[in-house]
């Protein structure tokens, strides 16, 4: 039987459309074995997606998508299999926090700068209780008429050289790993392919990940081309990673990331789940 393993997932306590609990229902649906809800910078998901998982032929895993700082890039760290109550990852989220609160009202000041009033309120509750995350900017800007889409309000405003744009100090990929494993979890490269970066580049990162202890890579990170599923393997058995797979689901607009369509993993690889099968 051919079981399907959806590691990167977010729910309403980051940038997600769905509530933990419809989360767990709609991957179990899809046919998901095996889920991990790794919202970014936050836990607090978590327990109440494990309760519904409980109820149903599903095995959850706590996780978290955390963000770093490496050279001049913002990283993503999905920590899997995590502790949630770790004290050093409690500390951690509460720093990130106070960096996304941070961030969130510059970017608002900005956007008034470029005529869009009140933004960093819209955003907040959009947030409601979860993260404040650029994709609350984005769906505000998207509501408000000043952009199509949410790729749309990226590109215009959110990005570097954009008006809107707020470089943050976010941890380092070693206090990351760091924190990640003094939690008992497993550090993963999120989505490796998508940060804009050349081969060398790619591979200075993927050095430095290593050298800091680093468990393992995305392999597959939603629905690939061919090229990508190689480019990522080869990264994978080039650095003796544990190679994990997710979808980074967040709603149902983006049908290159929906819940379990996935490829499976190349039969060659390692995968992230004998860490916590065995
Ligand atoms: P943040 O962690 O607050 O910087 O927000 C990053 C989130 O914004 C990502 O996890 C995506 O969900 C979303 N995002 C980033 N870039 C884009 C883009 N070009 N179009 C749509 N959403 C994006
Ligand atoms: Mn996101
Ligand atoms: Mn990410
Ligand atoms: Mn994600």
Known sequence: MNLVHDLHTHSTASDGALTPEELVKQAHEAGINTLALTDHDTVDGLNKALVTSNNLDIIFINGIELSTKWLSYTVHIVGLHINPESESLIQHIKHLKELREQRAMRIGELLEKVNIPDAYNHAKILAGDGTVTRSHFAQYLVEAGFA???KDVFKRYLVKGKPGFVSVNWPTLEETIKCIHQSNGLAVIAHPLRYK???TKLRQLMTDFKSNAGDGIEVISGQQNQEELNRATALCKQFDLLASAGSD????NTPWAQLGKL????STLNPVWQYWNS
Request: charge should be neutral; proline fraction near 14%.
């Open 148 to 150: 199509k889409d949410q």
């Open 197 to 199: 970066m050349t081969a």
């Open 249 to 252: 689901f967040h709603n149902h």
């Open 263 to 266: 490829n499976p993993l190349p």
